[in-house]
């Protein structure tokens, strides 16, 4: 797990480092050479979905999404955790359904050969990208319905 927790992340700080030079190197060029880089927006959309898409399982995983907590003080430890396996559940199948959806999305995709406008780069691989990574998302969030409920009284 800590292997493909590493990799993840990695993919996403690359991702991100490339738009960040990518976005120097545009406005330099744009700047200074009077040029914009070709496909340059094109280019960061793609790395951005790239860096949310990998963050996401691991901000699933480490339990950093926004939550209301407001009632856990005052509510029993047994009934926190049927609420949160209820909650990670209900996660779980909003997730699971996204990532039905966009790998649908995907096959249309592949089927019309839909690619960017200026680079000509194929769309399907990275709706796919996102459909996996959207699926590995609800995995995250059904390992932590498992693990809530799994958790001792405190």
């Known amino acids: ?5 590493s990799l993840f992340g ?3 700080a690359v991702a991100l480092f490339a738009m960040m030079v990518l976005t120097f190197a545009d406005v330099f060029s744009r700047k200074f050479l009077g040029n ?7 280019l960061t959309e793609l790395f951005m979905l790239t860096m949310i898409f990998f963050a996401l399982p691991l901000a699933s995983r480490a339990g950093e999404h926004i939550v209301f907590d407001l009632l856990d003080r005052v509510l029993p430890a047994a009934v926190r955790r049927w609420q949160q396996s209820l909650a990670n559940l209900l996660t779980t199948a909003i ?8 790998w649908q999305r995907a096959n249309r995709t592949a089927e019309y050969g839909d690619m960017t406008s200026s680079l000509e780069i ?5 709706h796919r990208m996102v ?3 959207l699926a590995i998302t609800a995995l995250a969030h059904l390992w932590l319905a498992w693990r809530a409920l799994r958790e001792e009284p405190a």
Do not use: K, Y
Not at 122 to 126: D, H, I, R, S, V
């Open 1 to 5: 797990m800590n292997r493909l927790t």
């Open 131 to 133: 459909s996996v990574m």
């Open 95 to 102: 997730f699971g359904g996204a990532a039905w959806i966009v």
């Open 36 to 42: 914009s880089i070709t496909g340059a927006v094109e």
């Open 122 to 126: 194929g769309l399907a691989p990275f």
């Open 10 to 12: 990695a993919v996403a």
